[in-house]
């Protein structure tokens, strides 16, 4: 039977491999750093996580981990979608385990986000979508923007 818990610290270690997974289905051109990533992205997700700053949750079946996803909150300039709050959302490393795909975890997984925007007051929540996510989240409400990236080649 699926049953779907928050996250806790002891779990960031199986965040941060389902967020591994997830960049290396995106592509090669994504996993250049993938195991740099996973080394900073631990202790940050462990902080994050103990700090009530990023909110996850882990879908088991009978105990087993297969599916995650989570939420935190940006600081954000007052923008035109929403000229009053200076935050914003975001939800991020959505994985499902192959053999669980197509039956609506990441839809769930993500509605739990936008509740977690919700209670929160949020009204602007953001992600980056794979091309196979894209099907899960525009259905959603989510839409394209043209927001685009700088990433310099300097390491100091």
Request: no cysteine.
């Amino acid at each position: 039977m699926l049953t779907t818990r928050k996250a806790v610290v002891a779990d960031a270690a199986l965040i941060t491999e389902h967020r591994a997974a997830m960049f290396t289905e995106i592509g090669p051109s994504r996993t250049d750093g993938l195991d740099e990533m996973r080394r900073n992205f631990l202790p940050w997700v462990e902080g994050m996580i103990a700090a009530g700053k990023y909110v996850g949750w882990i879908v088991e079946d009978g105990g087993r981990p297969v599916a995650s996803g989570g939420f935190f909150e940006l600081e954000w300039p007052p923008h035109p979608l929403d000229p009053t709050t200076a935050h914003r959302g975001y939800v991020a490393n959505f994985w499902v385990e192959q053999d669980y795909r197509g039956r609506g975890l990441a839809r769930e997984l993500v509605r739990e986000g936008l509740a977690e925007a919700k209670r929160r007051k949020i009204r602007v929540v953001a992600l980056h979508a794979s091309e196979a996510g894209r099907r899960v989240y525009e259905p959603m409400g989510f839409r394209a923007t043209n927001e685009m990236f700088y990433v310099s080649d300097a390491t100091d």
